[in-house]
């Protein structure tokens, strides 16, 4: 402290070297930070424990004679949120020009080694000048397969696999899809916050617009868009009228008329990360009532684990990593037909009234291999070797590059 108001102070010892200056990882997502807590969330998190973190969004319009600008605000979790606002209307190579701009402005300040964080490759054009230390591709989705999906998506992904130092996928499937395409693929499949989701194992406060649904209650969370399967839930909800369905979670690119109505099933919304725990522990069985279509042949949902983590038996449809995963417990049904459906969620429903019954057990005992922070250690140990950060000894969660 002394030192740094020009105080001369003498040294019995040789000073230390000066602190080394800290790595900024770059993280463009597709996905707003405060939509849905999942992958991103979960592991940009646990980076900023010892990284600085931008999460660069999509960009939001703003009125056309406005002018561009970045919205940025610090998270508690210490990750610094990057909201691009570019006048609406513009030409598609101005906006990347103008985001090009944005990106060169927010960075110029930053000397220490750049991490460069992709999640979609439709960012790949504005900020592909840049010359990140090592370029970082984490598959979550084949967002190829989305609805909406753009033109160029998987041109522009081969350029960023083409680009990367190195790619991460977010399940079994997406890593056999892509481990030919590039000479270091690794597989990090969906992971789980236990402490957190265990609390619904606990009698919680039921949340107000819950706690008069009749039971037994059947519930859901997550996005409902074209991965949802309505049609089964309606008629899985018609030939059991006496069980409440609970869906949780916002409507994304399909119609609200679309939604099957039934008076036993109801909508409740997007709840918190928070909440979740609270909403999970008035359930008796969990679903993942999963459209078997192009949308989710890929996928590997991180609500399999969560909803065992919080004591609930699941019922979902054959969807490849679940089965493959997770198809062997006995607290997780596997169905594809209505029928099938109804049957695996009565046996669901056994199982929740004997949580002592040994399923619960198994699934503990598999889940204590599947965390956020052993994934998220196993990545930066892997980053720090591409930086030459990685002390041997040193814990492969603690990456800090030198100057």
């Known amino acids: 402290?002394?030192?740094?108001?020009?105080?001369?102070?003498?040294?019995?010892?040789?000073?230390?070297?000066?602190?080394?200056?800290?790595?900024?990882?770059?993280?463009?997502?597709?996905?707003?930070?405060?939509?849905?807590?999942?992958?991103?969330?979960?592991?940009?998190?646990?980076?900023?424990?010892?990284?600085?973190?931008?999460?660069?969004?999509?960009?939001?319009?703003?009125?056309?004679r406005d002018t561009a600008f970045l919205q940025v605000r610090e998270?508690?979790?210490?990750?610094?949120?990057?909201?691009?606002?570019?006048?609406?209307?513009?030409?598609?190579d101005a906006r990347e020009a103008a985001l090009g701009r944005l990106l060169d402005a927010h960075v110029s300040a930053i000397r220490g080694p750049i991490v460069a964080w992709y999640y979609t490759p439709m960012m790949l054009p504005f900020s592909k000048h840049i010359t990140p230390d090592v370029t970082v591709y984490d598959a979550m989705d084949e967002l190829s397969k989305f609805k909406f999906a753009p033109e160029h998506l998987l041109d522009l992904e081969q350029e960023l696999i083409d680009?990367?130092?190195?790619?991460?996928?977010?399940?079994?499937?997406?890593?056999?899809?892509?481990?030919?395409r590039h000479p270091s693929v690794h597989c990090f499949p969906s992971s789980?916050?236990?402490?957190?989701?265990?609390?619904?194992?606990?009698?919680?406060?039921?949340?107000?617009?819950?706690?008069?649904?009749?039971?037994?209650?059947?519930?859901?969370?997550?996005?409902?868009?074209?991965?949802?399967?309505?049609?089964?839930?309606?008629?899985?909800?018609?030939?059991?009228?006496?069980?409440?369905?609970?869906?949780?979670?916002?409507?994304?690119k399909i119609s609200e008329d679309d939604l099957p109505r039934r008076p036993n099933i109801h909508y409740l919304g997007g709840k918190s990360y928070e909440q979740l725990p609270a909403y999970l522990s008035g359930w008796d069985v969990a679903l993942m009532p999963f459209a078997?279509?192009?949308?989710?042949?890929?996928?590997?949902?991180?609500?399999?684990?969560?909803?065992?983590?919080?004591?609930?038996?699941?019922?979902?449809?054959?969807?490849?990593?679940?089965?493959?995963?997770?198809?062997?417990?006995?607290?997780?049904?596997?169905?594809?037909?209505?029928?099938?459906?109804?049957?695996?969620?009565?046996?669901?429903?056994?199982?929740?009234?004997n949580p002592e019954?040994?399923?619960?057990?198994?699934?503990?005992?598999?889940?204590?291999a599947s965390s956020w922070d052993t994934t998220q250690a196993r990545m930066a140990a892997l980053i720090g070797d591409l930086l030459g950060t990685r002390q041997p000894g040193t814990s492969p969660a603690l990456l800090v590059a030198a100057e």
């Open 1 to 64: 402290m002394l030192t740094r108001v020009g105080v001369p102070v003498e040294f019995e010892a040789e000073p230390s070297a000066p602190d080394p200056k800290p790595t900024t990882l770059i993280c463009f997502s597709h996905l707003r930070w405060n939509f849905v807590f999942q992958r991103p969330q979960h592991l940009m998190s646990r980076f900023a424990r010892d990284l600085t973190v931008i999460y660069w969004e999509e960009p939001v319009d703003i009125g056309p």
């Open 292 to 353: 078997m279509n192009e949308s989710t042949q890929f996928i590997s949902p991180t609500k399999t684990p969560e909803y065992l983590a919080g004591g609930r038996p699941v019922v979902s449809t054959p969807i490849r990593d679940v089965v493959r995963h997770y198809g062997q417990l006995e607290g997780v049904k596997i169905a594809s037909t209505a029928e099938e459906f109804v049957a695996a969620c009565e046996d669901a429903l056994e199982l929740s009234r």
């Open 192 to 252: 789980v916050d236990r402490t957190h989701f265990m609390k619904a194992r606990a009698r919680q406060f039921e949340p107000a617009d819950q706690e008069d649904l009749p039971l037994p209650r059947l519930g859901f969370y997550g996005v409902i868009d074209e991965r949802f399967d309505t049609e089964l839930l309606d008629q899985v909800a018609g030939m059991r009228p006496d069980w409440s369905f609970v869906m949780l979670g916002p409507v994304v």
């Open 75 to 92: 998270e508690s979790s210490g990750v610094r949120v990057v909201v691009p606002h570019l006048p609406e209307g513009m030409p598609a």
């Open 357 to 368: 019954g040994g399923w619960l057990a198994e699934a503990d005992l598999m889940l204590s």
């Open 163 to 180: 680009r990367a130092d190195i790619v991460f996928t977010g399940g079994s499937s997406l890593y056999e899809a892509k481990k030919d």
